[in-house]
C-alpha cells in the first residue's frame, strides 16, 4: 500500500511540475501584439492577410512544429537584411527593437501561434 502511495505522490509531484513548466512557457499573447504593433510590423503583417508580407498564418505554416522554428523567426525579424515584398520590391526589414531574448522567443512563439 505505501509502495502505490510514494508512486501516486510522486506522479502527482511530476504532473505538478509539468503544469508549472507549460505556465511559464505560455505566450504573453498581449505583449507580443503590443511589441508587434510597436515596431510597425502590420505595415507589413497581419494575422490572416497577406500585405507586403506574408500573413501570420503563413509564417505560422512554415516555421511551426520545426526544431528550428523559433530560432527562424526570430531571426528574421532580429537581423534585417533585404525581402521582397508581395509587389516584387526589394526592402530592407526592419529589425525588431528589443534585445530580449525573452521578449524575442515571446513573439516568435505568438507569430507561430496564429
Request: proline share 1%; aromatic share 4%; charged share 25%.
Given at each position: 500500500?505505501?509502495?502505490?502511495?510514494?508512486?501516486?505522490?510522486?506522479?502527482?509531484?511530476?504532473?505538478?511540475?509539468?503544469?508549472?513548466?507549460?505556465?511559464?512557457?505560455?505566450?504573453?499573447?498581449?505583449?507580443?501584439?503590443?511589441?508587434?504593433?510597436?515596431?510597425?510590423?502590420?505595415?507589413?503583417?497581419?494575422?490572416?492577410?497577406?500585405?507586403?508580407?506574408?500573413?501570420?498564418?503563413?509564417?505560422?505554416?512554415?516555421?511551426?512544429?520545426k526544431a528550428d522554428g523559433q530560432a527562424k523567426a526570430i531571426k528574421n525579424f532580429t537581423l534585417g537584411g533585404m525581402v521582397k515584398?508581395?509587389?516584387?520590391?526589394?526592402?530592407?526589414?526592419?529589425?525588431?527593437?528589443?534585445?530580449?531574448?525573452?521578449?524575442?522567443?515571446?513573439?516568435?512563439?505568438?507569430?507561430?501561434?496564429?
Open positions: 500500500m505505501s509502495r502505490s502511495i510514494m508512486t501516486l505522490a510522486s506522479a502527482s509531484a511530476l504532473l505538478a511540475l509539468a503544469s508549472l513548466t507549460c505556465a511559464h512557457a505560455a505566450v504573453d499573447a498581449e505583449a507580443a501584439q503590443a511589441l508587434f504593433k510597436e515596431n510597425d510590423c502590420t505595415k507589413c503583417h497581419s494575422v490572416d492577410k497577406a500585405k507586403k508580407g506574408p500573413s501570420l498564418q503563413k509564417i505560422s505554416e512554415k516555421y511551426k512544429g515584398t508581395s509587389d516584387g520590391k526589394e526592402v530592407e526589414h526592419k529589425v525588431l527593437d528589443s534585445k530580449d531574448t525573452a521578449v524575442q522567443k515571446n513573439l516568435a512563439d505568438w507569430i507561430l501561434s496564429h
